[in-house]
């Protein structure tokens, strides 16, 4: 088993670094990992894609998408969902503009994606993924953990 894990993750560096010289991104395999959980997605999954580019930018929309819909639920909370209310009822409305500015900001960036796919822009691909980690750590991370900090202190004061 260990044998296998540790192939998997060789092929997958392998196939991370001839896929950045493809596509010209700046971005480390660590940045990405440490973001995106690249490995763990590999591992998962139990392979690497031949079309390696494209499983690594459905990763990082994943990543993305997870949060939207969690921010989505606290702007519209699921009515027979009790945990989802409550979290929901910690938020004013200024607070909820900026869920929904994290929001379509993050679906600009991953739609951006979509248009890559579709076109087969491998150059769009290499901006996609510099882009993805520029924006996770300078406005997504630091919008979502004020978020989830807030629910965090909301929680343990019930």
Not at 110 to 132: H, P, Q, R, W
Request: hydrophobic share 35%; with cysteine; proline share 2%.
């Amino acid at each position: 088993m260990e044998t296998k894990k540790k192939e998997l993750l060789e092929e997958l560096k392998e196939k991370f670094e001839s896929t950045k010289q493809e596509l010209g991104f700046k971005a480390s395999f660590d940045d990405l990992n440490k973001v995106f959980f690249i490995e763990d997605s590999v591992l998962s999954t139990g392979f690497v894609s031949e079309n390696y580019s494209r499983q690594l930018c459905s990763r990082i929309v994943d990543t993305f998408m997870n949060w939207n819909n969690y921010l989505h639920s606290l702007i519209m909370p699921i009515p027979n969902n009790m945990i989802n209310m409550n979290e929901s009822k910690m938020f004013d409305e200024a607070e909820r503009k900026e869920m929904l500015s994290l929001m379509s900001a993050s679906m600009a960036l991953t739609s951006t994606n979509m248009v890559n796919g579709l076109t087969k822009d491998k150059v769009g691909e290499g901006k996609f993924v510099d882009e993805a980690v520029k924006f996770w750590n300078e406005r997504f991370k630091p919008g979502v953990e004020k978020i989830v900090r807030k629910i965090n202190e909301n929680w343990k004061s019930k």
